[in-house]
Nanobody
Framework: QVRLVESGGGLVQAGGSLRLSCAASELTFSNYNMGWFRQAPGKERELVAAIRWNDGSTWYLDSVKGRLTISRDNAKKMGYLQMNSVKPEDTAVYYC???????????????????WGQGTQVTVSS
């Protein structure tokens, strides 16, 4: 099975920055999309950023545009989420997710992800 491991979460002051990392292993395919989800207390899980496997096309939740940047190193099967100008409302458990590319637009569809990491907590203090 696919194994995904997130790291980089922690406590950060509002306005600060941090970078989340996602390491993938035991993959039998190279054409997979990668996304970052988050779930805040009492709220639904939401897709915040995604990147397509082949050309690096990206998608962002409107509320994080300009502050969060998703990137990847496809050869190393490594994904990143750079978080800048963080806000208290960014506080959540962040999950790395991946899936084979079923369609050209699957990467931006939160229901199309099959594999998940364990999550990493991001807490933003005011």
């Amino acid at each position: 099975q696919v194994r995904l491991v997130e790291s980089g979460g922690g406590l950060v002051q509002a306005g600060g920055s941090l970078r989340l990392s996602c390491a993938a292993s035991e993959l039998t395919f190279s054409n997979y999309n990668m996304g970052w989800f988050r779930q805040a207390p009492g709220k639904e899980r939401e897709l915040v950023a995604a990147i397509r496997w082949n050309d690096g096309s990206t998608w962002y939740l409107d509320s994080v545009k300009g502050r969060l940047t998703i990137s990847r190193d496809n050869a190393k099967k490594m994904g990143y989420l750079q978080m800048n100008s963080v806000k208290p409302e960014d506080t959540a458990v962040y999950y790395c997710a991946a899936s084979p590319s079923y369609t050209a637009t699957a990467y931006m569809n939160p229901r199309m992800y099959d594999y998940w990491g364990q999550g990493t907590q991001v807490t933003v203090s005011s």
